[in-house]
Nanobody, 125 residues
Framework: QVQLAESGGKLVQTGDSLRLSCAASGSNFGGGAMGWFRQAPGKEREFVATIRWATGRIYYADSVKDRFSISGDKAISAIYLQMNSLKPEDTAVYYC??????????????????WGQGTQVTVSS
């Protein structure tokens, strides 16, 4: 059974940094992708960043590309999200996702088949 486990979410202040971690067990997604999405209250889940393991290519949402950095270890199916200069609008539940998206779905929820339970990030002003 595939499981994704996130950690690292907490309450921080505007401008702070935070690092999220995600580890996958039960499967190796070496041929696919692992990434991060987030969902704020009353909003749809949105793409944050992802790594396509086969190519090593990284994708970011425009809203975070200058502040967040995704990294990972393909061998252990683990990814990390370094978040800098956090803003109140970054407040959300952050979800780890894994799957085998094609290029046109790499930034979409539908491109991923496995999801973690989420970790809450709250940025106070």
């Amino acid at each position: 059974q595939v499981q994704l486990a996130e950690s690292g979410g907490k309450l921080v202040q505007t401008g702070d940094s935070l690092r999220l971690s995600c580890a996958a067990s039960g499967s190796n997604f070496g041929g696919g992708a692992m990434g991060w999405f987030r969902q704020a209250p009353g909003k749809e889940r949105e793409f944050v960043a992802t790594i396509r393991w086969a190519t090593g290519r990284i994708y970011y949402a425009d809203s975070v590309k200058d502040r967040f950095s995704i990294s990972g270890d393909k061998a252990i199916s683990a990814i990390y999200l370094q978040m800098n200069s956090l803003k109140p609008e970054d407040t959300a539940v952050y979800y780890c996702a894994a799957g085998r998206p094609i290029l046109s779905t790499v930034r979409t929820v539908s491109g991923y088949t496995h999801w973690g339970q989420g970790t809450q990030v709250t940025v106070s002003s």
